[in-house]
Structure formats: structure tokens, C-alpha cells
């Protein structure tokens, strides 16, 4: 089985358009999408996101934030997915996130920052447990596997 992780685009990642780019660089990347939702989140499932955040100042303005608009929720899954996301979305501050990363190339501002994924795979387990059932994640075999995993 391959690892998984979860991704989110951000209310100002779907207000600006941006999904289909997201979709688009993970699986240039060759990462398999095996789960995906379009909704506005609850309360209850901001805080569990978010539950290290909580008693930070910063943490009402982030929830407002995350459950004023839609968010697109993915799970994405390939060898090493964890830190291959991480490099493809860029540094959680947008104006230290390399060109050509997600962030680098939409984000501006550390509190806009157009998207949302695991740091490791503890955290994507747990996140993905929170936003998605397990009958919700699909198992298939992409053609091009062997052609993009030494076997």
C-alpha cells in the first residue's frame, strides 16, 4: 500500500480559481487522487483540523477564515507522499515559498496562503480521518505506475 495525505485548497484558493492548477501539479507529479470533496467545513471539524492551534491568537481569524467560504478536500496517495506534497505546495509562508511551488506562485500572505496539507504522516491519518469515512477513499491502479515506481 502506498502512503497518503491530506490536502486542502482554502476558501481564497477556491475564490481565486485555483483547484484545477492544484489538481493539475500532483498528478503531473504522478500522485494518485484517490478521494475528494467540495464543502464549507463545520465548526467542530475546524477545531479538530486545527486542534494544535487553538489557544493561539491567531486562531479565531483562522477559523472565521476557513469556514467563510467552500474548501476543496482531497486525499492523495503515492511512495513518500507526505514530503512530496510538502515540497510541491512550498514554505507556509507564501513570501519564503519558492517560485514554481503552489505557494510561491499564488500566495502572498502567511494568513492567505491558498493551501492546507499534512506535515507528516501522523498528522495525515489523523486528518484524513476527520474529513473522510474510510469507503470514501478509492483504491485503483493508475496505467502509468510502472512507468512512474522502480519496482
Request: proline share 5%.
Amino acid at each position: 500500500m502506498m502512503d497518503r495525505t491530506f490536502v486542502m485548497v482554502k476558501p481564497d484558493g477556491v475564490q481565486r480559481g485555483i483547484i484545477g492548477e492544484v489538481v493539475s501539479r500532483f498528478e503531473a507529479k504522478g500522485l494518485k487522487l484517490i478521494a475528494a470533496r467540495f464543502e464549507v467545513l463545520s465548526e467542530k471539524r475546524v477545531n479538530e483540523q486545527y486542534t494544535e492551534h487553538l489557544e493561539k491568537p491567531f486562531f479565531p481569524s483562522l477559523k472565521k477564515y476557513i469556514m467563510g467560504g467552500p474548501c476543496f478536500l482531497m486525499v492523495w496517495e503515492g511512495r513518500n507522499v507526505v514530503s512530496i506534497v510538502r515540497t510541491v505546495i512550498g514554505a507556509t509562508n507564501p513570501q519564503e515559498a519558492a517560485p514554481g511551488t503552489i505557494r510561491g506562485d499564488f500566495g502572498i500572505d502567511i494568513g492567505r496562503n491558498v493551501i492546507h496539507a499534512s506535515d507528516s504522516p501522523d498528522s495525515a491519518e489523523r486528518e484524513i480521518a476527520i474529513h473522510f469515512k474510510s469507503h470514501e477513499l478509492f483504491s485503483y491502479t493508475r496505467i502509468d505506475e510502472p512507468v512512474i515506481y522502480e519496482y
